[in-house]
């Protein structure tokens, strides 16, 4: 069974007015936030902040994401 059929089903056999209604709510949040943004992969999406550091901002960055996240502590 599919995600889509899994959701068909469930929807189709709850009570739960609350709960749809939130079901509803959230696809037509989705949907507008879907239509307003910039397709997933968008180089564009990222592209538009490229320069907005400096060179040694950038620098420090890099310096603490491999300081803080390149190291394997205790035993492997």
Excluded: C, Y
């Excluded at 949040?29 to 490229?50: L, Y």
Aim: no cysteine; net charge negative; glycine share 6%.
């Amino acid at each position: 069974m599919t995600i889509r059929e899994q959701i068909i089903k469930e929807v189709a056999t709850t009570e739960d007015s609350d709960l749809l209604r939130d079901v509803l709510l959230f696809l037509h949040r989705r949907q507008h936030e879907s239509a307003n943004s910039a397709p997933r992969g968008s180089s564009g999406t990222i592209a538009k902040h490229q320069g907005t550091l400096s060179k040694a901002d950038g620098n420090e960055i890099m310096d603490i994401i491999n300081r803080e996240f390149n190291n394997i502590e205790g035993e492997w």
